[in-house]
């Protein structure tokens, strides 16, 4: 083979790797609201379709909310149960069975999934087979959700701690006693914790030792995750606010009053602060001030926390609906109706949703993503032959010796 033959072949390989890996790009929703600051956001293309694609049933309500990597689907159950399953067609790859129910919503980094439970127990097992690696018992029920950053795992108890634990082997590096459970899950970003506790305060810790940085009351119970976004953190409370507050000391930058409890947590991307609200309300805010941008409302309080993809805002509700709205607008695209109240939030991958319902069952939502995959492949090779073609053809003939 001659280097325009080597030239052609290496051309055509990459051609096809890249069209044939466009759709599967920025595919990853690696723990609670997609990453450790909370954004809510995927670089994903939005679903327009809400086509069920497959349903998964467990053996009890699903509250736990889906991370998504590697095309596996991993999520917990009432039931007790830690599922891997086919994010393509839902087929269990694996279970894995806890003391109780698990509520957290899993963390997938470097191949180990960590997940809590109310069991009192953290758990970090082999993503690809489920086998446990460690558990740390705390001493109350864990519904925190991990995340991991650095080689460690942060996470809240309803013992009233925050926890630190090596992401290797599970020894505890540090805990910070709080006044309260700690359902909030927490933020991490630039060194430093951020989470609610139910003593009613948001807290700052240093990711290092758990030094408390600063603390803000709020008056009632936090069980809203944090967000951070450009140097500001943003929380619900169950005193109906959501609250922006300055990262690095605490103080309040602005408050808005929702009609309901605020335990949803917020999603920001480019200055808008997306939230539910226990007044069946999903609220867009900006960002900067807190001024109302729009509101939706469902039939019955949003739990759920939204995620936003391409545009559009994705939220479950108490009312059976998973939504899809405008994130300029706020107007709806679309829902999809469960047979159980919707509290987990959405994981959005590939064009499809992935969700969790009361009715027991994980749906994955979209339009089928075989004839975009398909038209890909036969883009890559119609270009590679061309490639081919077009060398050969510019190729200098050897002429035969008569």
Request: charged share 10%; proline share 4%.
């Amino acid at each position: 083979m001659n280097r325009l033959h080597a030239a052609a072949a290496v051309i055509c390989i990459v051609l096809l790797s890249i069209l044939v890996l466009i759709p599967f790009a920025n595919a990853d929703w690696k723990m609670f609201l997609s990453d450790p600051q909370h954004s809510g956001e995927s670089k994903g293309k939005p679903v327009l379709t809400p086509t069920l694609l497959w349903s998964y049933t467990t053996s009890n309500m699903v509250a736990s909310s889906p991370a998504v990597v590697g095309g596996v689907v991993y999520i917990g159950s009432g039931d007790g149960h830690v599922y891997a399953l086919n994010a393509a067609n839902g087929v269990q790859l694996w279970n894995y069975t806890t003391g109780a129910p698990v509520w957290s919503s899993p963390a997938v980094v470097g191949g180990v999934v960590y997940i809590s439970s109310f069991d009192h127990n953290v758990y970090a097992l082999n993503a690809a087979t489920g086998s446990e690696i460690w558990n740390y018992t705390t001493s109350g029920p864990v519904d925190s959700s991990p995340a991991v950053v650095d080689g460690v795992v942060y996470v809240g108890s309803e013992n009233h701690n925050v926890y630190a634990l090596n992401a290797t082997n599970g020894k505890k590096l540090w805990n910070y006693i709080t006044g309260g459970d700690v359902d909030s899950s927490p933020a991490v970003v630039s060194g430093v914790v951020y989470i609610g506790s139910d003593d009613g305060n948001v807290y700052a810790l240093n990711t290092t030792n758990g030094t408390q940085l600063w603390s803000h009351p709020t008056g009632a119970w936090v069980w809203s995750s944090p967000a951070v976004a450009n140097g500001v953190v943003y929380v619900g409370s169950d005193n109906d606010n959501v609250y922006a507050f300055n990262a690095t000391n605490g103080t309040q930058l602005w408050y808005y009053a929702t009609g309901g409890d605020v335990g949803a947590s917020p999603a920001v991307i480019g200055g808008v602060v997306y939230v539910g609200s226990d007044d069946d309300n999903v609220y867009a805010l900006n960002a900067t001030n807190g001024a109302q941008l729009w509101n939706y409302t469902t039939s019955l309080y949003v739990g759920s926390s939204p995620a936003v993809v391409g545009g559009v805002v994705y939220v479950g509700s108490y009312d059976g609906n998973v939504y899809a709205l405008s994130a300029a607008s706020g107007a709806k695209l679309w829902n999809y109706t469960t047979d159980g109240q919707v509290a987990s939030s959405p994981a959005v991958v590939g064009g499809v949703v992935y969700v969790g319902s009361f009715d027991d069952d994980i749906y994955a939502l979209g339009a089928s993503s075989t004839s975009s995959n398909t038209l890909f492949i036969i883009v890559g090779v119609v270009a590679a032959v061309v490639i081919v073609t077009i060398v050969f053809f510019l190729m200098p003939r050897k002429r035969l010796k008569k």
